[in-house]
């Protein structure tokens, strides 16, 4: 029966600063937690959504997604208030739904 070292046969042919860049790599792909919002935070977040849509302002919207915290810039076509109440968004490339419930962070962005 062979007996494989696995990765501790590489460790010799790698720089310390490979190893270091592999292990920040790896630390970035862990999982990141859906942070908790305070009850002040939601309804700053409502008011910036609400008016994003009364004067079609472009926003920034964070929101988690499989594990991770991504971002959409883009305007406000619809939010929708139903059971699984859900933000559809656009921009020049894409549209986009994202569920209000996983929305982070709302950020208007000023024209220039």
């Known amino acids: 029966m062979v007996h494989d070292r696995g990765k ?3 460790a010799s ?3 310390p600063e490979h190893v270091t860049m592999l292990q920040e ?3 970035e792909e ?3 937690e859906k942070p908790i919002l305070s009850e002040d935070y939601l309804l700053e977040m409502e ?6 849509i009364r004067v079609k302002q472009k926003i ?3 929101y988690h997604s499989a594990g991770k915290l991504k971002a959409f810039f883009g305007k406000i076509d619809k939010i929708k208030n139903n ?4 933000i559809r968004l656009y921009n020049e490339q894409e549209h986009r739904v994202i569920q209000l ?4 962070a709302v950020e208007i962005l000023n024209d220039q």
């Open 8 to 10: 501790i046969k590489w």
């Open 30 to 32: 862990r999982p990141v």
């Open 47 to 52: 008011y910036s959504l609400q008016k994003a």
């Open 25 to 27: 790599l790896f630390e």
């Open 83 to 86: 059971q699984t109440s859900v």
């Open 60 to 62: 920034k919207i964070e």
């Open 101 to 104: 419930k996983d929305v982070v």
């Open 13 to 15: 042919l790698m720089l």
